[in-house]
């Protein structure tokens, strides 16, 4: 029986380790093999070089994309020569109008602040070019002003002291308020005081006429009529 | 135009003659050691086709590694190991059990009646169920030794032990199979 059992083994051993291949199969493997090599390419040692000319290639892109951002950003940074404004004036919408000389010649900047041209111009008189341009808030001009300029902007920049001091709301406040005042003791109703009927202004007494008794019919004059008229209207 | 020509001829030349020494080693590696390592994937997926395919995958590494040949010693437990590792991963992938009743009945198919060779079948189903049970190492070393190309040496170089301990785990393996079997 034991002899059966490890008979068994051994058979069973013996036919995994004899176990024949199907037909063809080195061929099939070579060919297998090959194309892959093709498909891998003429050789394998030759990787190295074409990874580092595919290397390089990529280096040199991505200097090019440095480059032309980088010049970019400084052409952002830069106001046009050509296009800038000798006088110019931002309205509150953003609009700015300025005269730019035809025949080309450098103009020193108007606004310290800047403004974007965008290319709207008219023909005005004597060949000179008017220029709607719009005016947005950005970086300062990295270039420093020159005298002209810095004149221009003393003169455009007027500092007004009560504007000045508008900006400051309890100030505005106390002058806002002086000048409701101000406007309702321009503009208010005089106030008339009822005048006395006799007393204030004693009349000539006439003769064979009785003086009027003061009593509570002249602190209460009649109520038929107006208070303004001197009770001594009547006789006359 | 021809001397471009000429020299393109000259340049692609140069790369295949290049190209030829790498080459005619693998293809020296598949006419020798294909059948064997077609046994070694067979003897651990029972599977024909998944063993060619683990064949064709061991020299597609080989010629991944096709510069370090020359520096490779002993080629043969070298490549053994290369199939071994592969047809492990690919059993995890498959059941080798499915495909023992065909493998035991061209095993018990022969010259003897239907009645004896389906009893024999039977026989030889329970001997691979008692192999696919023995711990991993000892089933591996037993599996390895039926290849009568592989001696002791190469057997504990594949599986990365000493000689000795491939002899200590073939002796368990053999006994724990009679203990089975015997039950």
Request: overall charge neutral; charged content about 30%.
């Amino acid at each position: 029986m034991r002899i059966d059992r490890d008979d068994a083994v051994e058979r069973v051993l013996r036919a995994l380790g004899r176990a024949e291949a199907p037909g063809g199969l080195e061929a099939r493997i070579a060919r297998e093999v090959e194309r892959r090599q093709r498909l891998a390419g003429p050789t394998m040692a030759g990787v190295w070089w074409r990874g580092a000319v595919s290397g390089a290639a990529a280096a040199l892109f991505l200097v090019g994309i440095v480059m032309v951002g980088r010049h970019f950003v400084l052409r952002q940074a830069q106001v046009p020569p050509e296009r800038s404004l000798i006088a110019g004036r931002v309205s509150p919408a953003g609009a700015a109008v300025g005269l730019v000389r035809s025949g080309g010649g450098r103009v020193p900047c108007a606004d310290a602040g800047g403004s974007r041209v965008l290319g709207a111009s008219v023909e005005g008189r004597d060949g000179e070019r008017l220029e709607i341009a719009e005016a947005q808030p950005r970086q300062p001009p990295l270039t420093a002003l020159t005298e002209e300029e810095r004149n221009l902007v003393r003169v455009v920049r007027v500092a007004d002291v009560k504007e000045l001091a508008m900006l400051n709301p309890e100030v505005r406040a106390r002058i806002e308020a002086e000048d409701a005042a101000q406007f309702q003791s321009f503009f208010a109703e005089p106030v008339y005081k009822p005048e006395k009927p006799a007393a204030a202004e004693p009349l000539e007494a006439v003769p064979g006429m009785a003086e009027p008794a003061a009593g509570p019919a002249s602190a209460e004059p009649d109520a038929t009529q107006p208070s303004t008229e001197p009770a001594t209207g009547g006789n006359q | 135009m021809a001397a471009i020509g000429e020299q393109s001829l000259r340049w692609f030349s140069a790369e295949r003659v290049e190209a030829e020494p790498g080459w005619t080693d693998v293809a020296a590696l598949v006419r020798d050691y294909s059948g064997l390592l077609y046994r070694v994937a067979h003897s651990v997926l029972r599977n024909s086709a998944e063993a060619e395919d683990v064949v064709q995958d061991t020299f597609v590494r080989v010629l991944q590694h096709n510069g370090k040949l020359a520096g490779i010693v002993e080629i043969r437990p070298w490549l053994v190991r290369i199939a071994w590792n592969l047809a492990l991963d690919r059993r995890r992938r498959i059941r080798p059990e499915q495909m023992d009743e065909a493998f035991a009945a061209g095993l018990a198919a022969g010259e003897m009646g239907v009645d004896l060779a389906l009893a024999e079948a039977g026989r030889m189903k329970q001997v691979l169920e008692a192999i696919e049970r023995l711990p991993g190492k000892e089933r591996e070393a037993l599996l390895l030794s039926a290849m009568e190309e592989l001696s002791t040496a190469e057997i504990g170089k594949v599986l990365g032990r000493s000689e000795s301990s491939v002899r200590s785990l073939l002796f368990r393996a053999r006994t724990r199979l009679r203990e089975r079997l015997g039950d």
